[in-house]
């Protein structure tokens, strides 16, 4: 539950995806050696991977991982990113409609790996 603007208590269907994207910023900074998971080599890879092929990808879809892509491809977009495949594999996403196994296919796999 939460207060919306016109200041009515309202139910939040997006509180657990929205904890899971947070705590998977907080993952992210418990990377080996004080460096960010999100800023490790393998990562990297694995974002250019899914951001070179989203590159091609129509405008629709575009539009809706724009968030994961900003930055052109640097380090925001992979920080948000990899706190959005942490929530994924968590059990919820702050955005229920976003597909992380269709657009972040190969960051997906990395932060399942890395979880197991």
Excluded at 8 to 29: F, I, M
Excluded at 65 to 79: E, H, K, L, N
Aim: some cysteine.
């Amino acid at each position: 539950m939460k207060w919306n603007r016109g200041g009515v208590y309202v139910k939040s269907n997006r509180v657990v995806g929205a904890l899971n994207h947070e705590v998977g910023h907080a993952y992210d900074t418990s990377g080996l050696n004080s460096k960010l998971w999100s800023t490790k080599s393998a990562f990297r890879a694995a974002y250019r991977k899914d951001y070179n092929k989203l590159r091609s990808a129509s405008v629709v879809d575009k539009q809706k991982v724009s968030y994961y892509m900003q930055g052109d491809g640097g380090p925001a977009g992979r920080s948000e990113t990899f706190a959005e495949c942490f929530a994924n594999v968590m059990g919820r996403e702050i955005n229920g409609g976003m597909d992380m196994d269709r657009y972040f296919p190969n960051c997906l796999s990395y932060v399942k790996e890395l979880l197991d």
